[in-house]
C-alpha cells in the first residue's frame, strides 16, 4: 500500500510563507492528480489544490487563489504546496492525497490515497 507523507508544516505568522511538501513511498508511484486538502478545528476537511502530474495544470479553491502555488517535481516524486500571505484563517491540519482512478478531483471522495496530515498554525 502506498503511503504518503507530508511535512513543512509549523508556525508563521500573519502575512508569512511556508511550503508544504508530499512524497510517496515507492518511488514508481505515479498518480493521475495529486491534491492538497485541510480540515481546521470544528470544520469538515475542504480542497484546497490539485495538480495533474503528467502536463501539470492545476486548481485551487477561491479561498487560496494567488496566495498559494501547487506544483510537483517529477524526479523527486513529491508535490509541493507553496503558501504565501498567510493569514490565521489557513491555520489546520494539511493533507496530501492521491486518487486511484484518472481523476482531477476537487471533492475528497474521489481519492484514495491520504496522508497522515501536517499542522500549519498562522498567528495573528
Known amino acids: 500500500q502506498v503511503q504518503l507523507v507530508e511535512s513543512g508544516g509549523g508556525l508563521v505568522q500573519a502575512g508569512g510563507s511556508l511550503r508544504l511538501s508530499c512524497a510517496a513511498s515507492e518511488r514508481t508511484f505515479r498518480p493521475y492528480a495529486m491534491g492538497w486538502f485541510r480540515q481546521a478545528p470544528g470544520k469538515e476537511r475542504e480542497f484546497v489544490a490539485v495538480i495533474r502530474w503528467s502536463i501539470g495544470s492545476t486548481s485551487y479553491a477561491d479561498s487560496v487563489k494567488g496566495r498559494f502555488t501547487i506544483s510537483r517535481d517529477n524526479a523527486k516524486n513529491t508535490v509541493y504546496l507553496q503558501m504565501n500571505s498567510l493569514k490565521p484563517e489557513d491555520t489546520a491540519v494539511y493533507y496530501c492525497?492521491?486518487?486511484?482512478?484518472?481523476?482531477?478531483?476537487?471533492?475528497?471522495?474521489?481519492?484514495?490515497?491520504w496522508g497522515q496530515g501536517t499542522q500549519v498554525t498562522v498567528s495573528s
Open positions: 492525497a492521491a486518487p486511484s482512478g484518472r481523476f482531477m478531483a476537487t471533492a475528497e471522495g474521489g481519492y484514495d490515497y
